[in-house]
């Protein structure tokens, strides 16, 4: 059975760090692509961060780059998020998803993502 469970969520201000983590099965894990995704109240569901578990290559939007870092643990079949210096902006539920067996290749839109976890919400005051 796929899973992918996400922790790490929780409020912090302004400049903030936080660091959240996907646990995934073996078969989510293991040579593919694995996304972290967020979505505020009214907007849609976007891509901040992939990596590919296979080889470690990284694709970020513009609007954590610099920011954000996603890594992978082997050991522990999960992939972090770390994110520094938050801003208003970055709240939102964030979603860890896994593709099917497959490359990233580019940051992805979520319908080609297969599976997903439930999500924990990040909240960032002034």
């Known amino acids: 059975q796929v899973q992918l469970v996400e922790s790490g969520g929780g409020s912090v201000q302004v400049g903030g760090s936080l660091r959240l983590s996907c646990a995934a099965s073996a078969y989510a894990y293991s040579g593919n692509c694995v996304g972290w995704f967020r979505q505020a109240p009214g907007k849609e569901r976007e891509g901040i961060a992939h990596i590919y578990t296979g080889g470690g290559k990284t694709y970020y939007a513009d609007s954590v780059k610099g920011r954000f870092t996603i890594s992978q643990d082997n050991a522990k079949n999960t992939v972090n998020l770390q994110m520094n210096s938050l801003k208003p902006e970055d709240t939102a539920m964030y979603y860890c998803?896994?593709?099917?067996?497959?490359?990233?290749?580019?940051?992805?839109?979520?319908?080609?993502?297969?599976?997903w976890g439930q999500g924990t919400q990040v909240t960032v005051s002034l």
């Open positions: 998803a896994a593709r099917d067996n497959e490359n990233c290749f580019r940051l992805r839109s979520p319908t080609d993502f297969a599976y």
